[in-house]
């Protein structure tokens, strides 16, 4: 079973730019499919990437393409979440998310195709 871990959130300015890791311990991180979500007060849990366990399918939420990019690093354990051109709607807790199914590009959209999730970090954007 694999856990987890974000970080790298915190508080900018509008335009600004930040890179979130999510390290992944107690499994084997390439037989893993990635995703980010994130939760801003008071709204549902919103997708916003997701990526293949070899790193060649990656896919986005509407609201970050272009902005945002993931990526990962099989080597390390870790997945990142680039994200630039922060606007203040991108406030939320961060939460990385990780599958073992049959990759579907379609399923990776929603929450109920993750078994395993962080904690989650805080991004914060002021304009």
């Known amino acids: 079973q694999v856990q987890l871990v974000e970080s790298g959130g915190g508080s900018v300015q509008a335009g600004d730019s930040l890179r979130l890791s999510c390290a992944a311990s107690?499994?084997?991180?390439?037989?893993?499919?990635m995703g980010w979500f994130r939760q801003a007060p008071g709204k549902d849990r919103e997708f916003v990437a997701a990526?293949?366990?070899?790193?060649?399918?990656?896919v986005y939420g509407d609201s970050v393409k272009g902005r945002f990019t993931i990526s990962r690093d099989n080597a390390k354990n870790t997945v990142y979440l680039q994200m630039n051109s922060l606007k203040p709607e991108d406030t939320a807790v961060y939460h990385c998310?990780?599958?073992?199914?049959?990759?579907?590009?379609?399923?990776?959209?929603?929450?109920?195709?993750?078994?395993?999730w962080g904690q989650g970090t805080q991004v914060t954007v002021s304009s």
């Open positions: 998310a990780a599958s073992e199914s049959v990759y579907d590009r379609s399923s990776s959209y929603f929450e109920g195709w993750y078994a395993y």
């Open positions: 107690g499994g084997t991180f390439s037989s893993y499919h």
């Open positions: 990526i293949s366990r070899n790193g060649w399918m990656t």
